[in-house]
């Protein structure tokens, strides 16, 4: 096998893998409510771009979470204003980014704590 064919092999493992985990994710949440979730990572991205959220402190995404609810459940708005996302999904994504920071899988900015 030559460098190229083994490259090759490997990124299609890569891609195995990826595909399995996505659809290991799909048996237990329906592909819309995955879909509403990377629209609102979309909107983040384009509004706060480069990865900004990781400098925000994880118990600040879980107040920003609370609050995506707190406008679905109490004030009964379900769609965020500016994204046109669903408040529960976005409430999801904080929560998200918040474990991810907990978990070790994105840093925690120190500096703001």
């Not at 976005?90 to 998200?96: F, L, N, P, T």
């Amino acid at each position: 096998m030559t460098d190229r064919e083994i490259m090759l092999e490997s990124e299609i493992a890569e891609l195995r893998s990826r595909l399995a985990r996505a659809e290991r994710l799909e048996r237990y949440i329906p592909a819309v409510v995955i879909d509403e979730c990377v629209a609102v990572l979309d909107h983040g991205e384009i509004k706060h771009p480069g990865g900004e959220w990781k400098t925000i402190m994880p118990h600040v995404h879980m107040q920003h979470a609370q609050g995506h609810r707190e406008d679905f459940t109490v004030r009964g708005v379900e769609r965020e204003e500016e994204s046109g996302c669903h408040n529960i999904a976005h409430g999801i994504v904080r929560d998200m980014m918040a474990l991810s920071q907990y978990m070790g899988a994105a840093p925690i900015n120190e500096e703001e704590a």
